[in-house]
């Protein structure tokens, strides 16, 4: 939830004052920052998997909340973050489902 909080801030500045979002996004969400982020985040080589969900949630989520893109791939009719699970997918892959959701679909 506090991840989703975060982007929807973002989200919000965007919306209310493009100098402060174009400034946001070049100095936090830039490509090269992303990397820099996920290794922080995920140093170790065996977590590939969190690293590329990483990488989804920041390529969907970037152009969401600066208003670059119309056409989202996430499909959100009936939506329940809080209690779905997929026993198909990793942990990690479910999470960043769940982000990615919650801030498009709830947004």
């Known amino acids: 939830r506090h991840a989703m909080l975060a ?31 996920l290794d922080s985040f995920f140093p170790e080589a065996e977590t590939q998997k969190a ?27 009936d939506v329940d973050e809080s209690s779905r699970v997929d026993t198909e997918k990793s942990l990690v892959e479910q999470l960043a489902n769940i982000i990615v959701e919650g801030v498009i679909c709830e947004g």
């Open 51 to 77: 690293r590329m969900e990483g990488e989804k949630i920041f390529k969907l989520l970037v152009p969401y909340v600066v208003n670059l893109e119309t056409n989202w791939a996430v499909e959100c009719n």
């Open 7 to 37: 982007w929807r801030t973002v989200s919000w500045v965007c919306q209310e004052d493009k100098l402060a979002c174009n400034e946001t996004v070049q100095k936090k969400l830039a490509p090269e920052n992303l990397v820099l982020a």
